[in-house]
């Protein structure tokens, strides 16, 4: 019972992260584009679980999956905030990487074991 409440309540703060991020991205990247890139941050990770095979198991797996999930928000944000394009805090990108890191880190420790585990088969 205990872990049904739990990975409710996980499912439900995943899809309130993911309307949040979708919110926030529209304003960047418009509709297309806020789309594309919350789908990004879930299949990235799992191709990377594809190309990694039979190695994408485990504890390992599943933080380098959190990490590809998070290089997937970070660094296209990183390289706009480089190139010094319009004020950060008017687009709220912090708000944005606050948001949109952690779920994007859930997703890839989630999808890059099961990529692993469907190239196995």
């Known amino acids: 019972m205990k872990r049904t409440v739990w990975g409710t309540l996980g499912v439900v703060a ?21 789309s594309l890139w919350l789908v990004g941050a879930f299949m990235v990770p799992f191709l990377t679980g594809i190309a990694w095979g039979a190695g994408a198991v ?3 797996a599943v933080a380098a ?13 990183l390289g706009y905030a480089l190139v010094r394009g319009p004020d950060l805090a008017e687009l709220r990108l912090p708000l944005l990487w606050a948001v949109f890191t952690p779920l994007a880190m859930a997703q890839g420790a989630i ?3 099961i990529g692993g585990s469907a190239r196995r088969r």
């Open 58 to 60: 485990g504890r390992r």
């Open 65 to 77: 999956g959190a990490a590809v999930g998070a290089l997937v928000v970070l660094a296209p944000g």
């Open 14 to 34: 995943m899809g309130a992260a993911g309307v949040a991020s979708l919110s926030l991205l529209d304003e960047w990247v418009g509709d297309w584009g806020a």
């Open 111 to 113: 999808t890059l074991p």
